[in-house]
């Protein structure tokens, strides 16, 4: 993506400087991304969630009003307006999280104390603006932010390689000694963000733990996957049944002869559709280890957690976690094996189609050698036929002109006066002329005819030689 011109928005709240996503993010997706600028964030998606997992087990899920401070309500452990509470409703486990655009400036830019992933960015040599930039080239990764005892900092960033945009960027802090998490949320499309709210509510008791939040946002690419994979089964089943190859072993009746099949006006789009598949699985399929890892680096910070303390492995979020985990990577398994079963099926279904058109260029071909033979053996006989119309014209042709010759006046058979008159030289003299006139008349019109033609292709070897030589 080229870079882009920040075009920033302040919004019109005291001491909280947002910004919305800047148009030519918007301007580009829609023109190479094929989606219009309305599926985008913007300020007015912008949103505070608090999650609260009371005492006595219940938790809650809140849409809240702009804070007038977003860095103090980030760190801030407390409800926002608590009611009166009992023993009972006392908030034990709570989460803030800030949900804003991608390519947007937030103050707090990160959810980590001052200069802590300043650090991390040198270390790992990360741009500036890494949290925030959609147009930042990389793999999915997550990765730790080393923080104070007790407190554990995670950023997790989806990949841009595969696709044209970054759909997040999640960076939070988990503060073990008052169970607190404090996370801000960087996603691109409205669709993700109203799917993952709905979600975040509907599990509302595990998400105040920000590693079980990260995995929620993980759920949408992956449990699409097996709709994907059939999608692309049923359009591979379509290309079968217009080949007629679809389980030919079992039922003889769907299959169809090699001329029926390439008289079919689909059988031509085949090829580019079969490669079509192919591509597509081969994309997919690739994306399935990249989810895998980004699994792998959530359990492995989550092992960590439990390993010093910082949530119990008893915990009912982190129980689920751990099976939440084990339940995903599985079914990204299932699906990267499932596309690479698609793939090889589309693979077989192209090499199919290219030895059926291979098999039909030489039927064509024969046909066109039968018919050259054909028309061949007709010359042939049209030859023999004009052979035999010259032969009994040149057996007649000497009759025809002693006939013609004698029945003039230069010979005279009535016995009165010479037997051949004095003038016949006349005969000779404008016969021989006339003949030799012709001939030469014909030779020059042929020779002329070839010359022309010659050099008319001559010029045009010359135009050419000329027009690659300007090229």
Known sequence: MPQLISMKTSMATANNSLVTVIEE??????????????????????????????KDGVSSFRDCAPPHDVAKWLASNMMQAPPSLTDEQIPIKTLKLLIVPLNCDALPYSPFPEGAFESVARSYNLSKDYLSSERLQSPSIAFNVALDDRMSGFVMKAAKWNDDITHFCLSSVFD???????????????????????????????????????????????????????????????????????????????????EEAWTDP?????????????????????????RKRLLHL????????????????????SRMLTEKLKFMTTWIEESESRFGYIGK?????????HGMMAQRDNALNKRIAETSLAVSRNSRQDSANMSTIAL??????????????????????????PLVSHWFWVYWATTLPL?????????????RRRRETVGSGDDIELARLSSSDTV
Request: aromatic residues 14%; neutral net charge; charged residues 25%.
């Open 25 to 54: 993010f918007a301007a580009y997706c829609s023109k190479f991304c094929n989606k219009t600028v309305d599926v985008f964030t913007d300020r007015g998606d912008i949103a505070y969630i608090e999650i609260v997992l009371y």
């Open 392 to 417: 009994a014209g040149f057996t007649f042709l000497p009759a025809t002109f002693m006939a013609t010759m004698f029945s003039t006046d230069f010979f005279n058979f009535q016995g009165e006066g």
């Open 298 to 317: 959530l359990k492995v910070a989550h092992e960590e957690n439990v390993a010093t303390g910082s949530i119990s492995k008893g915990d009912k979020a």
């Open 176 to 258: 073990a000694r008052t169970m607190h998490s404090s996370c801000i949320l960087r996603i691109s499309t409205k669709d993700d963000l109203r799917d993952f709210k709905a979600r975040l509510e509907e599990v509302a008791e595990f998400a105040w733990y920000p590693y079980f939040m990260a995995a929620v946002l993980l759920e949408k690419p992956t449990q699409k996957q097996p709709e994907q994979t059939e999608e692309l089964r049923r359009f591979l089943y379509r290309v079968e049944k217009t080949t007629g190859t679809h389980k030919n072993h079992e039922n003889r009746q769907t299959a169809r002869t090699a």
């Open 345 to 353: 099926r589309a693979e077989v279904q192209t090499q199919m189609c």
């Open 435 to 447: 003949t030799i006139a012709m001939y030469m008349i014909w030779y020059f019109s042929i020779h």
């Open 266 to 290: 689909k059988f031509q789009l085949a090829p580019g559709e079969l490669t079509s598949v192919a591509s597509d699985c081969i994309k997919r399929g690739f994306s399935c280890p990249s």
